[in-house]
């Protein structure tokens, strides 16, 4: 076999070849596979300054087989892959009934370069009353909304296996996904940018736009596909349906999966006069609720990790637009890592990707059944989430638990500044 040497590039600061030494799972595709030689420091550079503004991490590929072979820095999921998913999805068997009863497909938009941008409504439209299991997918149904979004940087490719592992959940025989299409109205996009991700870019549209700092004022003509999607969520949310957005990323500093979120009454144009500490540590605690249960649904979810700061150079994102302007305080960007788990010291794989996205649903699910069985019951989940992150919560109830925004909690603020360039 022939070693082949390559010096990957990314113009950016050292900091991004943080994951360079983790174990890969797998990375070729076609007749062969790839495997790193040797473990020394002669093989493998980490961070190395190339000049110009552009790192690297240098390592060397053995083919055991001829033919052709594809690296990749995540597992490709193209354009075509979503499509054939999608139809084989819908029309396909679905728990025993008829797809047409808990998935429509829809068009959001259509992109600059004319792709279809799709929108996928999950529900049990058997339950519903009157003439609104018949009503297309742009009705408005007497449900809550959950709405997920993803693929909005189109290099992200681990944000299309994380959407299909909620997909695949959604709609299977699953009795927690059977009583999650029975509260909910599922909104998902699995791809908003598909521009990007059919002509190879990493992060912005067919315009040159990063289309997730377009959300404060979006262009019909230069950013439909957030165009489109804002004014959905914007209808939702004036009718005070929508509980839920996220939107799904991968992150190429950090290793682990975690979520940036909107901390309440917080920000220069919040009047916190008059605002009760016990109000502000219970708001503080829901929107931490549900990253806390994904945690302990899946290990790779690390919540010391997560951040709720909103710096200024993401108001313009997505989730900070759907909070703070659409009045929406559960709203996340999930990010997963290119690098990988620490909790396994290895490269994630698809189906680690995917398992991340079921845990989400089963996440959201204990939440939703703790808050319909009562409230002392959604309380005991928020004073979990209160001993976990040392929110004050619970010292206001008279326990004995230091609280405070410095306690020193395991919610710890990660430095979201100093990832600038992700999200």
Same mark, same amino acid.
């Given at each position: 076999?022939?070693?082949?040497?390559?010096?990957?590039?990314?113009?950016?600061?050292?900091?991004?070849?943080?994951?360079?030494?983790?174990r890969?799972?797998?990375?070729?595709?076609?007749?062969?596979?790839?495997?790193?030689?040797?473990?020394?420091?002669?093989?493998?550079?980490?961070?190395?300054?190339?000049?110009?503004?552009?790192?690297?991490a240098?390592?060397?590929?053995q083919?055991e087989?001829?033919?052709?072979?594809?690296?990749?820095?995540?597992?490709?999921?193209?354009?075509?892959?979503?499509?054939?998913?999608?139809?084989?999805?819908?029309?396909?068997?679905?728990?025993?009934?008829?797809?047409?009863?808990?998935?429509r497909?829809?068009?959001l938009?259509?992109?600059?370069?004319?792709?279809?941008?799709?929108?996928?409504?999950?529900?049990?439209?058997?339950?519903?009353?009157?003439?609104?299991?018949?009503?297309?997918?742009?009705?408005?149904?007497?449900?809550?909304?959950?709405?997920?979004?993803a693929?909005?940087?189109?290099?992200?490719?681990?944000?299309?296996?994380?959407?299909?592992?909620?997909?695949?959940?959604?709609?299977?025989?699953?009795?927690?996904?059977?009583?999650?299409?029975?509260?909910?109205?599922?909104?998902c996009?699995?791809?908003?940018?598909?521009?990007?991700?059919?002509?190879?870019?990493?992060?912005?549209?067919l315009?040159g736009?990063?289309?997730?700092?377009?959300?404060?004022?979006?262009?019909?003509?230069?950013?439909?596909?957030?165009?489109?999607?804002?004014?959905?969520?914007?209808?939702?949310?004036?009718s005070?349906?929508?509980v839920?957005?996220?939107?799904?990323?991968?992150?190429?500093?950090?290793e682990?999966?975690?979520?940036? *979120?909107? #901390?309440?009454?917080? $920000?220069? /144009?919040? +009047?916190?006069?008059?605002?009760?500490?016990? @109000? %502000?540590?219970?708001?503080?605690a829901?929107?931490?609720?549900?990253?806390?249960?994904?945690?302990?649904?899946?290990?790779?979810?690390?919540?010391?990790?997560?951040?709720?700061?909103?710096?200024?150079?993401?108001?313009?994102?997505?989730?900070?637009?759907?909070?703070?302007?659409?009045?929406?305080?559960?709203?996340?960007?999930?990010?997963?890592?290119?690098?990988?788990?620490?909790c396994t010291?290895?490269?994630?794989t698809?189906?680690?990707?995917?398992e991340?996205?079921?845990?989400?649903?089963?996440?959201?699910?204990?939440?939703?059944?703790?808050?319909?069985?009562?409230?002392?019951?959604?309380?005991?989940?928020?004073?979990?989430?209160?001993?976990?992150?040392g929110?004050?919560?619970?010292?206001?109830?008279?326990?004995?638990?230091? *609280?405070? #925004?410095?306690?020193? $909690?395991? /919610?710890? +603020?990660?430095?979201?500044?100093?990832?600038? @360039? %992700?999200?």
């Amino acid at each position: 076999p022939t070693p082949y040497r390559t010096t990957p590039l990314k113009a950016t600061t050292a900091a991004a070849g943080a994951g360079a030494g983790r174990r890969r799972s797998g990375v070729a595709r076609a007749e062969g596979t790839a495997k790193r030689k040797g473990k020394g420091k002669n093989d493998d550079q980490v961070g190395k300054d190339c000049g110009n503004g552009l790192w690297g991490a240098t390592f060397t590929l053995q083919l055991e087989t001829s033919g052709i072979h594809y690296l990749a820095m995540c597992y490709p999921y193209s354009y075509t892959d979503l499509q054939h998913y999608m139809q084989a999805m819908l029309h396909g068997p679905a728990c025993g009934e008829s797809m047409r009863e808990i998935c429509r497909r829809s068009t959001l938009c259509r992109t600059i370069k004319g792709n279809r941008v799709d929108c996928l409504t999950i529900t049990d439209f058997n339950t519903l009353a009157g003439t609104a299991a018949e009503a297309g997918a742009g009705v408005m149904l007497d449900r809550p909304y959950v709405t997920v979004s993803a693929r909005v940087h189109p290099g992200e490719t681990n944000a299309s296996w994380m959407m299909k592992g909620v997909l695949d959940f959604l709609l299977s025989s699953n009795p927690l996904a059977a009583r999650l299409r029975k509260t909910y109205v599922f909104k998902c996009i699995p791809m908003l940018n598909p521009d990007g991700v059919v002509n190879g870019n990493y992060r912005c549209s067919l315009a040159g736009c990063d289309l997730n700092r377009a959300w404060a004022n979006p262009s019909r003509k230069r950013h439909p596909p957030i165009y489109f999607l804002k004014r959905m969520i914007d209808r939702i949310a004036r009718s005070g349906r929508l509980v839920l957005f996220c939107d799904l990323h991968g992150h190429s500093r950090k290793e682990d999966v975690f979520v940036y *979120g909107c #901390e309440p009454f917080r $920000g220069r /144009d919040i +009047d916190r006069d008059g605002v009760d500490p016990r @109000d %502000e540590a219970e708001a503080r605690a829901r929107v931490r609720l549900l990253p806390y249960l994904i945690s302990k649904q899946n290990p790779a979810f690390v919540m010391r990790k997560c951040s709720f700061k909103v710096s200024k150079s993401k108001m313009g994102t997505g989730r900070v637009v759907v909070c703070r302007e659409l009045g929406v305080p559960n709203s996340y960007t999930i990010e997963a890592s290119f690098s990988g788990a620490s909790c396994t010291g290895r490269h994630m794989t698809a189906r680690d990707l995917e398992e991340m996205g079921q845990a989400f649903c089963r996440a959201l699910g204990q939440a939703t059944e703790a808050i319909e069985v009562s409230v002392e019951a959604e309380m005991e989940l928020l004073h979990q989430v209160d001993e976990h992150c040392g929110l004050g919560l619970a010292a206001m109830n008279g326990k004995d638990i230091a *609280g405070g #925004e410095n306690s020193g $909690g395991s /919610d710890v +603020d990660s430095g979201e500044d100093e990832e600038e @360039d %992700e999200e």
